[in-house]
């Protein structure tokens, strides 16, 4: 009872005090834009806490912040391995052939009028469509190692960063290529010093899209069949064996791995597109 | 129309690249089975086959190839055989009456729908209601919007069996409702990010006429902020019944479910049944075509009502 008045009572403080930040006179500043989510996110997890204490919950179906981060403390070294077989070995490495595969392919099609018509419909829809479910497929055709999660993850993240490279390409406006032309430059001179820098807010776009559907791709790729590692075996299993608070260190790892890779790509994003007007504020 | 020729150009070119790989993908699996039926096969044996390559293999038995197009379990099937095992449990099984059978693929991609319709319904109001808060509120501006990124990052079918486990133990029957909140969480983001864009759309020149005509705050909000940000939520519907779909489809995934087409496809790795996983990957591209195309109809339609140029 007393876990349960208290976590309501620092919700209720809590949000006042946020309330009380956002409408003041400092809400435009940086740090109260900083603190005021920080605030609400502890909230949310005292709420968590109290709740699962004081309606005395079984840790079996949910267990509180407390223990998940005791888990994660004493099981480092398997979630390290897990990181390693998923992120590094299957996520990263198809990341990086797809981007670059979808990158390729993007600037090939782009010299045929024709064919970027055609492409970007057919690639819009692809890019809609539940692709995860070939997961099977490739885990049968490449093995349970890493090579079928990063084939997966190559087919997951190759049609929204493929539409968006074409998108971009297009972007540049009949003034400024016709100024290339009276500069005498050629196709490769035009494209790397105009289109290219023009389309990299589209392609930043695509790629980050694609952060969160190659991780996706290789947990769930591991559903299928792998070996005795990695974040989507650990999860599957740790259900089947109720040891939930391991499920949960995987899931905050996961949400780690995915915010980091969002913010590496949102930091290269700033610095290359710098001149971007959704840059500046 | 401008566009027809080019795209049926690509689907051409792409049927063609998956019909001309068939025959690498398949070649093993022939030759093994022309070997069985007495036909000579150079290298013999398929052990002797492994180390060589399958362009090799293609050279030196030109006679078998045709054998991998017309394999059982291909590992890669044609086109014609993929619109076969279609038909065979979608059309032929209404010829025959029994389109609900569980053998048919109407039933299972109508379980989909389901779960893909109460997610959408479930994650698009959820989206709608923060964005009208967030506009509204700053608080909720200010604490919710950044977590709501952070929330996309989080891959979440990692939490798909963990979420039906939790709904199991609470004493919720069945999958429908996991299913639905998997599918309502992806779907809620497009919404949200689209109404918030589309609600703070209308000027603040236009807000001040309202205000000159002494409109109250919820006469401005439906009657100026809701109607702009109408050709907004459309786009965001599109993309959030397809990721609805998707979470759907992940949903049944993992999780041994026994119907819905993401179940198919579990069913058909664990029976060794390549042609139905194949069959239910195609009904699910073809689901999320019709209800992307449903949801851009009724667009047209409701911005012509509504009087925005299209």
Not at chain 1, 77 to 103: E, N, P
Not at chain 1, 170 to 186: F, P, V
Not at chain 2, 220 to 225: G, N, V, Y
């Amino acid at each position: 009872m007393i876990w349960l008045v208290s976590a309501v009572l620092f919700w209720v403080v809590m949000l006042a005090l946020n309330t009380w930040l956002a409408n003041s006179k400092l809400s435009g500043t940086r740090a109260v834009r900083i603190c005021v989510p920080l605030i609400f996110g502890m909230t949310l997890l005292v709420l968590w806490e109290g709740l699962v204490r004081g309606l005395e919950i079984s840790q079996v179906i949910l267990p509180a912040p407390s223990l998940i981060a005791q888990t994660f403390a004493t099981s480092v070294d398997t979630l390290w391995v897990d990181f390693h077989q998923t992120v590094l070995k299957g996520a990263l490495r198809g990341f990086i052939i797809g981007a670059l595969a979808a990158f390729a392919t993007a600037i090939l099609i782009d010299r045929s009028a024709f064919l970027t018509r055609g492409l970007l419909p057919i690639g819009n829809f692809v890019a809609a469509l539940p692709i995860v479910g070939i997961a099977p497929i490739l885990v049968n055709w490449f093995g349970f190692d890493w090579h079928s999660k990063a084939a997966v993850v190559v087919v997951m993240v190759f049609f929204p960063i493929l539409v968006n490279t074409v998108q971009g390409l297009r972007e540049t406006d009949a003034m400024q290529r016709d100024l290339m032309r009276t500069y005498a430059a050629d196709y490769f001179q035009t494209l790397i010093k105009l289109r290219l820098p023009a389309a990299m807010p589209f392609v930043f776009n695509g790629l980050k899209i694609a952060t969160t559907l190659a991780l996706i791709g290789a947990i769930v790729a591991e559903y299928f069949g792998s070996p005795t590692r990695g974040m989507g075996f650990r999860i599957s299993t740790g259900v089947g064996s109720l040891s939930i608070d391991l499920v949960w260190a995987e899931i905050a790892v996961s949400a780690l791995v995915g915010s980091v890779f969002y913010g590496v790509i949102s930091i290269f994003e700033k610095r290359v597109t710098f001149w971007h007007p959704s840059q500046r504020s | 129309m401008r566009s027809v020729m080019p795209v049926l150009t690509v689907l051409l070119i792409l049927l063609g690249v998956w019909w001309a790989a068939v025959a690498p993908m398949n070649i093993r699996p022939a030759l093994d089975i022309a070997e069985r039926s007495g036909s000579v096969v150079t290298p013999e044996g398929s052990v002797a086959r492994r180390d060589v390559s399958v362009w090799v293999l293609m050279f030196q038995n030109a006679s078998h190839m045709a054998g991998s197009y017309d394999l059982k379990r291909p590992r890669l099937p044609t086109p014609a055989q993929v619109g076969q095992e279609l038909w065979k449990t979608t059309g032929a099984m209404i010829l025959k009456g029994r389109a609900w059978s569980k053998r048919s693929l109407i039933y299972h991609a109508w379980i989909t729908l389901q779960s893909t319709l109460w997610g959408f319904l479930l994650g698009a109001s959820f989206g709608i209601l923060c964005a009208i808060a967030i506009v509204y509120i700053r608080v909720f501006d200010l604490s919710v919007m950044p977590w709501a990124i952070i929330s996309q990052t989080i891959p979440i079918v990692a939490l798909a069996p963990m979420i039906i486990v939790v709904s199991n133990q609470i004493g919720i029957e069945g999958r429908g409702v996991p299913k639905a909140i998997i599918s309502a969480y992806l779907c809620y983001f497009p919404v949200l990010v689209s109404m918030v864009k589309g609600l703070r759309s209308p000027s603040s020149s236009e807000l001040d006429l309202l205000k000159t005509y002494n409109a109250s705050g919820l006469q401005s909000f439906h009657m100026l902020r809701l109607p702009a940000s109408v050709p907004y939520l459309f786009t965001a519907f599109k993309v959030g019944i397809a990721a609805a779909l998707v979470g759907t489809i992940v949903g049944e995934l993992p999780t041994g479910a026994i119907s819905g087409l993401g179940a198919r496809i579990l069913i058909g790795d664990q029976f060794g049944n390549p042609m139905a996983i194949w069959a239910a990957l195609f009904a699910a591209a073809i689901l999320a075509g019709v209800l992307v195309s449903l949801v851009d109809a009724t667009q047209r339609l409701t911005l012509r009502k509504m009087g925005f140029r299209s």
